[in-house]
Structure formats: C-alpha cells, structure tokens
C-alpha cells in the first residue's frame, strides 16, 4: 500500500430521533394508581413514542404480577451509553413514588426535542425507570382497603390458626380510611409529644377471626428494603414488624428481580424512591460514616440549593457534622448497590410532604387526659390526597432532583485529536484522546477503553475525574490494513458509554489530518493562485 497515505479519524455524530408524538399526559391523573393501571400506563407511553421507550419484564411479584422496567434513551444510537436508575415503591404504601416514576418519563418523553438540554440527556443516557418492585402491595393498598400495607404479599400464618392473613386491618366505622393511632403512656400538660415519641401504635380493624385479639394476623410479611444481602445478619427477625427482613437474603421474589436486572447494568448514580418523611438518605457504613463522606457532603450541599427547604430539614442533611448519622440500613437497597454493584451514588429519596404541608397536624389528639394520650391519623390518604393538590405540585417541587441525577450520571466528551502510524496490518496506530467529564460530582470510575471493530480490548486508558478534561494516548496493532471502508472503534467504559469514531485512510499527506478532499483542493488551489499572482 502507499505508504504516503494517513490514517484520519472520524467521531460517528449521534443520531437524532425526529419527534412524531404530541404531548403526552397520563391517562389517570390525580389519582394513584393501581398496577394494572400502571401497565397500561406504560404500554400507552411505549406505543406513543416506540422511538425512545423500550419495556422490559424483569420479574414477577409473589402473585404472579410484572415487574417492569422502562428504558428511555434514543434508540437510535446503538452505542452503550451512560446508564442510570429510578427505582420505586419498595414499600406498598409509598404510592407516591409510583406516581413521581411515571412524571419523570412523561417529562424526559415531553421534552425530547424540546429542551436541549434533555434531549442531549437521552441521546447520551439509558435512563432505567421501575415504576412499582411491590405491585401486589399496591393492589391492596390502592383497591382493597388497607392502605398501610408497606411489605410484600407473602403469605403468613402469623397466629399459628391454619389460616392466612385472616385477620388485618380494615375500616371499622366505615369512613372510608384505616385510622392509625399512636398511644403516649403519659400526660404532656403543655405541649403535645412529636409523633415519633409515642410509646406505641396501631391501626383500627376488629377481630375477625373471633379470637379476641384484632389485626393479628396482618396481610404481607417481607420487607423488601430489609430483604438485601448487606448488613443483613443486623435486620429484624421479627415477622410481626414492620421491618421484618426475610428468611435469607434475596429471598423474595421482587428483590430477586431486581437483583437479576441490576447484575446487568453499571450505574455510577441511582434514585430508590420512598416515602414516609422527607429525605435524601446516603449510604452509610456500619459504623455510622458516609462511605463516600466528600462527595455526599457536596451533594447534600447540591440538593440544599436545588430542593425547597422543606426537604432540607429531614435526614441526610448533615450541614456540619457528617458523621453524626444513624447507621446503614440493615438488608438495605442502597447497601447493596454501592458495596455489591459499585454504585458509587445509590440515594434513598423520602418524598412524603409538599412544602405546604406538616405532617404533625395530621395526628388530630382524640383523648389527652392524665394518664394518656391518643392521636389519630385518619389515613394516609387524608394527608396525602392526590385529588386535591399534591402529586403534580410535589413533582414539580422535585424535578431538579431529577434533572440533577442525569446532570451528575457520569459522561465522557471523547475526541481524538491526533492519529500516528501506520496504516497497514501489524503496525502500530496511536492515537491522541482528549476528554471531559461533563459530570462535576462523578468521574468515570474505571479506565476509559479503547474498544476494537468486535469490542474487543485494544488499548486501556486513564480514568477522568468529575470536571476533568485531560489527554491520554492509545495504541494498538492493526489486525487489518485501513482502508476507505472504515474501522470502527468506541472509546469509554461502562459507566460512562462510549464514544464511536470511524479509522480510514486520508489522502496522501495533506497539511491537516481533518481537512476533507476538498478542503485540501481549496487550499491547494488557493496556494497555485497565491504562486501564480506572485510571479505576475
Ligand atoms: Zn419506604
């Protein structure tokens, strides 16, 4: 081959998803929905924008139920992209988080070729959105009365009496709620206790079974977020909690799903949506220290500047004091992910409350007397009411939340500025990469890669930092001569998605390896004309 011939490089440019869908809304707002009902959901958004949605079942509740997965990324681009996660509903009771799962697909759909910025999101990302790992919960706690239900629906004798789930809780005087009660064994003459200072609490019901005690035998028994291997052996054995954390780790059914989905994937960053308080729990060791104390004490900081304060005032927000924390979560979500899967950002998100909204005046006291007092909570719905005002005003109080896990998801801007060597098979090509870490918290966890025609390993490269921009040199032999054809390589890693660019041959040695044929004509030329008039 002529040897006058240069190799040049060309990024492959992303493909882009040309928009055919309208707007799209849920087909049940302001209301929670029921699993079947987020079936639907999802197969109405996957039929309106086939472009982007790719629907995966991962696994099936202990009913028989489907646990799906959302992938929302421009389809168009085959390359692996930076991946990452929002996971919800854990617990059955939190339908809250089901309904913020299905907004953030409708707002990533909503402003694909819209909002730049988002849409640049997709294009580069594989977003992965599980709207409910407890269907089965929800079922019981959107359509069948008892909407406490917070585990899974194995079923449990727990009264010995041969029966299962024969006695829980229900709505006694037919108000249209299950009121829960907490009990304080004292008098307080001046101020009344804060709800997590009562002594002890139940739900209303009555005995149904006729053995003299009431809601003995509740429905479900597996805490799904006690039920990971981490730190599990401290978990509670005790299957009358509320916490109980299974017989073994991955027991369960649902937490086997996504244990089986989440070995495929790499996230450097991923959202577990609960609900119960506001928070934004990090991942702790079991000695009470954040795993990752800097850069949680820099996100801490990030959400105080993004989330209404209302959110600030929860767990997590260690201003000053990072190490004064409760401890990991026994058999917890986020445990699992950052010390199994290496996550580095696996955060716990508690939505309960809207800024407006406190949740201490839901306890109405219902007796204060010397000895005792009682307050009653007439529901999680009354507080919680997605009719009147709360679900798209919480969204749009958390959306930045959002946008910031896809702002932080680690993603590498690759060019190749320089190309040396040879050109033909068995020489040594080498190339010059520049890179920028477009996220200023995460950097790019393992070493970028220089992938071949077959992703084969060619060359391994450095790692960035969050923020970083550097330069690194690959080189690899060439297994086949160049040529007009092309050869394909990526440049990246697993967490960061790759970059493609084609190898080919240039023409015979031009002053600019990027100049086309007819750049080079033009200058050329340009230089003949310059020569001619100057001999004139
Ligand atoms: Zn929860």
């Given amino acids: 081959m002529d040897s006058s011939f240069i190799p040049v490089a060309e990024k492959i440019d992303v493909p882009s998803v040309t928009r055919t869908w309208d707007t799209i809304s849920l087909l049940y707002e302001d209301q929670f929905h029921d699993p079947a009902e987020v079936d639907e959901e999802i197969d109405n958004i996957q039929s309106l924008v086939s472009e982007l949605v790719d629907v995966e079942i991962i696994g099936e509740s202990i009913e028989g139920r489907n646990i799906t997965c959302l992938r929302i990324t421009n389809e168009m681009n085959t390359v692996q992209k930076a991946k990452t996660l929002v996971l919800a509903q854990h617990h059955g009771r939190e339908q809250i988080t089901v309904e913020l799962a299905l907004r953030f697909v409708l707002w990533l759909l909503n402003g694909y070729g819209v909002d730049t910025v988002l849409t640049e999101y997709v294009d580069t990302q594989e977003v992965y959105v599980i709207p409910t790992l407890n269907p089965d919960a929800l079922d019981i706690v959107v359509n069948d009365g008892n909407h406490w239900l917070r585990k899974n629906l194995r079923p449990y004798d727990n009264d010995g009496d041969g029966l299962f789930s ?59 977020n006690r039920n990971y291997p981490n730190f599990w052996d401290f978990g509670v054995t005790d299957v009358t909690t509320q916490e109980y954390r299974g017989t073994t780790p991955f027991s369960e059914p649902e937490t086997q799903a996504f244990r089986d989905f989440a070995q495929q994937h790499k996230f450097a960053m991923a959202y577990s949506l609960h609900s119960g308080t506001n928070a934004t729990l990090f991942v702790q060791s079991g000695s009470n220290y954040w795993v990752e104390p800097t850069l949680y004490y820099q996100m801490a900081s990030d959400y105080r500047g993004i989330l209404p304060s209302g959110f600030n005032n929860g767990l997590g927000y260690p201003v000053f004091d990072v190490l ?29 409350t809207n800024e407006s909204a406190n949740v201490e005046d839901a306890y109405v006291i219902i007796v204060n007397n010397s000895t005792h007092i009682i307050r009653e909570w007439e529901g999680i719905y009354g507080y919680f009411d997605p009719v009147v005002e709360h679900i798209q005003t919480l969204w749009l109080e958390l959306l930045p939340a959002f946008e910031y896990l896809l702002e932080m998801t680690p993603r590498i801007d690759i060019d190749i500025t320089g190309i040396s060597g040879g050109i033909n098979t068995g020489e040594t090509l080498t190339l010059t990469t520049s890179m920028h870490c477009l996220s200023s918290r995460l950097g790019s966890k393992e070493s970028v890669t220089l992938l071949g025609n077959e992703s084969e390993v060619l060359d391994t490269m450095t790692t960035v930092e969050a923020s970083q921009t550097l330069t ?65």
């Fill in 166 to 224: 024969e006695d829980d809780a229900e709505d006694a005087d037919g108000d249209g709620s299950i009121s829960e009660y907490i009990v304080y064994l004292k008098s307080y003459p001046t101020e009344v206790p804060a709800i997590q200072d009562a002594d002890y609490w139940y739900y209303e019901g009555i005995d149904n079974d006729n053995d003299t005690l009431f809601n003995e035998d509740e429905i479900g028994l597996v805490d799904l």
């Fill in 324 to 352: 004064n924390l409760a401890s990991a979560t026994a058999g917890g979500w986020g445990e699992w992910m950052y010390y199994e899967q290496d996550c580095t950002a696996p955060i716990t998100f508690e939505i309960y």
């Fill in 472 to 536: 690194d040199e690959a080189s690899f032999i060439l297994s086949k001569d160049l040529s007009d054809s092309g050869y394909t390589i990526s440049i990246g890693n697993n967490y960061t998605g790759y970059a493609r660019f084609v190898l080919s041959l240039g023409s015979p040695a031009g002053p600019d390896l990027v100049l086309s044929g007819i750049g080079i004509g033009i200058v050329l030329a340009a230089i003949v004309i310059i020569v001619y008039l100057k001999r004139r």
